[in-house]
């Protein structure tokens, strides 16, 4: 059973930054593919951020191209989003997720149904 723990959510202007990291319990957190979801205010779905494959690989969901970055640490066993130029509608409840061996077998992995486990989520405010 893997354990997925964000934080670094909080209240932040637009134009602002905030790092949000993803903390995995086991080790073998370096063969899983992991992603970036979020869900606004009002929604009842979760939407697609951002992917990083176990290899590096990396894909994101246009309207945070070139403001936001995934990456990885390996030997900390956590994932990273690093959110600049914040803009009101990135407000969100954002969630971690984990695709574990055997995978989804997904192209983008940008369903949630691709994903085995997920974090409880850490809430991002940008103020207009």
């Known amino acids: 059973q893997e354990q997925l723990v964000e934080s670094g959510g909080g209240l932040v202007q637009a134009g602002g930054s905030l790092r949000l990291s993803c903390a995995a319990s086991?080790?073998?957190?370096?063969?899983?593919?992991m992603g970036w979801f979020r869900q606004p205010p009002g929604k009842e779905r979760r939407e697609f951020v951002a992917t990083i494959r176990w290899n590096g690989g990396t894909y994101y969901v246009d309207s945070v191209k070139g403001r936001f970055t995934i990456s990885r640490d390996m030997s900390m066993n956590t994932m990273y989003l690093q959110m600049n130029s914040l803009k009101p509608e990135d407000t969100a409840v954002y969630f971690c997720a984990a695709d574990i061996p055997p995978y989804s077998g997904s192209s983008y992995l940008k369903a949630e149904a691709d994903y085995d486990y997920w974090g409880q989520g850490t809430q991002v405010t940008v103020s207009s």
């Open positions: 086991r080790h073998t957190f370096r063969t899983y593919n």
